[in-house]
């Protein structure tokens, strides 16, 4: 299984759409994140669990679970990086290979050792966009699937046939 580990506050400092609802709330900024990354592991089918640093929410540790999404806040003296490279090594496996977004270079170079693989914040955009394309092309497919009248008919009428088109009374 690929696992994709996200520094929260990382992407949300990269990516325009992002950086803008921080500005606004940081709290929006993270939830649109977790939307953002639930919809690339509905997608991929990939794990995702986006860390974020303590030091900007208070409070203690905590690990959620949001739209499948595992969501991690790291202990006040704890780093999402620090947090990345134990996760990196704790999820390590044959079977796994795991995939860190970050553009901090020094995390992509510790990760590395790791065994990690890494995508930018950047590259996690483009991709994100592309995943956007597809989802969209899909659902007009879908939509031009269905069985649309060729004759316009008033909505009563239209309604009495669609009951005979399902055998109801």
Not at 146 to 155: A, Q
């Amino acid at each position: 299984m690929n696992i994709l580990l996200v520094d929260g506050y990382n992407i949300i400092g990269d990516w325009a759409e992002l950086t803008a609802l921080k500005k606004e709330r940081l709290a929006d900024a993270r939830d649109r994140l977790i939307e953002r990354m639930a919809e690339y592991q509905g997608f991929k089918g990939w794990r995702v669990i986006v860390v974020f640093d303590a030091h900007l929410v208070p409070g203690i540790e905590a690990k959620n679970l949001h739209s499948d999404v595992e969501v991690i806040f790291t202990r006040s003296s704890e780093t999402a990086d620090e947090r990345i490279e134990k996760l990196a090594i704790s999820l390590n496996s044959r079977r796994d290979q795991i995939y860190v977004a970050t553009s901090d270079s020094t995390e992509q170079w510790v990760i590395f050792a790791k065994g990690a693989l890494r995508i930018s914040a950047r590259e996690l955009e483009i991709e994100m966009e592309e995943i956007d394309k597809r989802i969209a092309k899909k659902v007009r497919e879908i939509q031009e699937q269905r069985s649309i009248s060729k004759i316009p008919l008033e909505g009563e009428v239209a309604e009495i046939f669609e009951k005979w088109r399902r055998g109801l009374k």
